[in-house]
Nanobody, 126 residues
Framework: QVQLVESGGGLVQAGGSLRLSCAASGSTFSDYAMGWFRQAPGKDREFVARVSWTGSSTYYSESVKGRCTISRDNATDTVYLQMNNLEPGDTAVYYC???????????????????WGQGTQVTVSS
């Protein structure tokens, strides 16, 4: 079992940047692919990005591709989401999640991930 704690959210103006972090503990971090999701009020949880066990492969939603970068540091058991050129539509609670399975066709689905953090709020003002 792995515990996940996100940090780095906050209030930022449109066009600004934020770097989210997710610290993992309780299990071997490199056994898990890691993902970021977000959920805006009244909306379903939405896939943002995923990084493979080694960090060599990354995947993004179309809505953030080119503006966000997911990365991981297996030495410190941390996964990051660098977000640039933020837009008001990026406002949401951002969650990190861990998946112990091999990459499958459902990797954009929240149900694929076994462990979740508590989330961190990102608010982008116009």
């Amino acid at each position: 079992q792995v515990q996940l704690v996100e940090s780095g959210g906050g209030l930022v103006q449109a066009g600004g940047s934020l770097r989210l972090s997710c610290a993992a503990s309780g299990s071997t971090f490199s056994d898990y692919a890691m993902g970021w999701f977000r959920q805006a009020p009244g909306k379903d949880r939405e896939f943002v990005a995923r990084v493979s066990w080694t960090g060599s492969s990354t995947y993004y939603s179309e809505s953030v591709k080119g503006r966000c970068t997911i990365s991981r540091d297996n030495a410190t058991d941390t996964v990051y989401l660098q977000m640039n050129n933020l837009e008001p539509g990026d406002t949401a609670v951002y969650y990190c999640a861990a998946d112990s399975h091999r990459l499958g066709t459902m990797f954009r689905s929240a149900g694929t991930y076994q462990y979740w953090g508590q989330g961190t709020q990102v608010t982008v003002s116009s």
